[in-house]
């Protein structure tokens, strides 16, 4: 599906994807969401994708939810139970959305400047390693217009910062910028501006893309795996893979380049 909500080009094995909505600082509507979802699943069944780069347009990364469009997604109905049901089945669709992301096979990683507000933190959580600009900024918004954040803020970032941290930022709706974001480990790294951030962010970009797919892919698989499961568990996932796949080519290659102090070069994943 082709949306104007979503540029994408694709150079070097790196896929960059660009939120495009910037008269509105990139807000997130229907069609916002479902590009997000219908973009990351494309990409992460790619051959020729082995990173993701994710930005925005404009002045600021997201705004999050533009609320015009959630006002008219919730009309009150005759009956409250069948309005209910509604409601989850939306929500649970909108966290697809996001999780597509976490789910997409090539890590992601995003390049955040100016504002990253509300549903954007979610989405920011959902990448696998996040830059940012110096003027970028953290707001967990949902609190001040008397919502719940349900996109994966309070699911993911846990495993990213402190959980007391976690619940401040969440509670009280407060600002976070970019020194503090980077001081506790939610991004990995700060730039002067947009376009150092996206820079620093291909950079990275390129050299995961340099790597063996399969085994960045398998890395990517046992991360998210193993998250909140006990140690024993992950270790056996990660083992089973390993016994699968270490009959891959790439091995040979990796080794034979080494030997020749040469780049290896390593075949793409099937679709």
Same mark, same amino acid.
């Given at each position: 599906?082709?949306?104007?909500?979503?540029?994408?080009?694709?150079?070097?094995?790196?896929?960059?994807? !660009?939120?495009?909505?910037?008269?509105?600082?990139?807000?997130?509507?229907?069609?916002?969401?479902?590009?997000?979802?219908? !973009?990351?699943?494309?990409?992460?069944?790619?051959?020729?994708?082995?990173?993701?780069?994710?930005?925005?347009?404009?002045?600021?990364? !997201? *705004?999050?939810?533009?609320?015009? =469009?959630?006002?008219?997604?919730?009309?009150?109905?005759?009956?409250?139970?069948?309005?209910?049901?509604?409601?989850?089945?939306?929500?649970? #669709?909108?966290?697809?959305?996001?999780? *597509?992301?976490?789910?997409?096979?090539?890590?992601?990683?995003?390049?955040?400047?100016?504002?990253?507000?509300?549903?954007?933190?979610?989405?920011?959580?959902?990448?696998?390693?996040?830059?940012?600009?110096?003027?970028?900024?953290?707001?967990?918004?949902?609190?001040?217009? &008397?919502?719940?954040?349900?996109?994966?803020?309070?699911?993911?970032?846990?495993?990213?910062?402190?959980?007391?941290?976690?619940?401040?930022?969440? =509670? !009280?709706?407060?600002?976070?910028?970019?020194?503090?974001?980077?001081?506790?480990?939610?991004?990995?790294?700060?730039? /002067?501006?947009?376009?150092?951030?996206?820079?620093?962010?291909?950079?990275? &970009?390129?050299?995961? *893309?340099?790597?063996?797919?399969? &085994?960045?892919?398998? *890395?990517?698989?046992?991360?998210?795996?193993?998250?909140?499961? /006990?140690?024993?568990?992950?270790?056996?996932?990660?083992?089973? #893979?390993?016994?699968?796949?270490?009959?891959?080519?790439?091995?040979?290659?990796?080794?034979?380049?080494?030997?020749?102090?040469?780049?290896?070069?390593?075949?793409?994943?099937?679709?």
């Amino acid at each position: 599906m082709e949306s104007a909500r979503i540029g994408i080009g694709i150079e070097r094995g790196v896929a960059a994807v !660009t939120m495009t909505r910037p008269d509105r600082l990139n807000a997130m509507d229907g069609e916002m969401f479902a590009a997000i979802g219908d !973009t990351f699943r494309r990409l992460g069944r790619d051959p020729a994708v082995r990173a993701i780069l994710l930005a925005g347009a404009g002045r600021h990364f !997201t *705004a999050g939810l533009d609320l015009d =469009y959630a006002a008219t997604q919730f009309a009150p109905g005759s009956d409250a139970g069948r309005a209910a049901e509604s409601r989850l089945r939306h929500i649970e #669709w909108l966290q697809d959305m996001f999780s *597509a992301v976490e789910a997409a096979r090539a890590p992601v990683i995003a390049a955040i400047h100016g504002g990253c507000i509300g549903a954007g933190v979610d989405l920011a959580c959902a990448a696998d390693i996040r830059i940012a600009s110096a003027d970028s900024f953290f707001q967990i918004a949902e609190v001040d217009v &008397a919502i719940t954040a349900d996109l994966g803020t309070l699911q993911r970032m846990g495993h990213l910062v402190p959980q007391g941290l976690l619940r401040e930022l969440v =509670y !009280t709706g407060r600002r976070m910028d970019a020194g503090e974001a980077s001081r506790i480990g939610f991004v990995n790294a700060v730039a /002067p501006d947009r376009e150092g951030a996206i820079a620093a962010a291909r950079a990275i &970009a390129e050299m995961i *893309a340099a790597k063996s797919p399969l &085994a960045v892919a398998g *890395a990517k698989r046992s991360l998210n795996h193993s998250r909140g499961r /006990p140690i024993e568990e992950g270790l056996r996932d990660v083992a089973l #893979w390993n016994a699968a796949t270490l009959a891959s080519v790439d091995i040979g290659e990796a080794m034979q380049a080494r030997l020749a102090k040469a780049e290896p070069m390593f075949k793409p994943l099937d679709d």
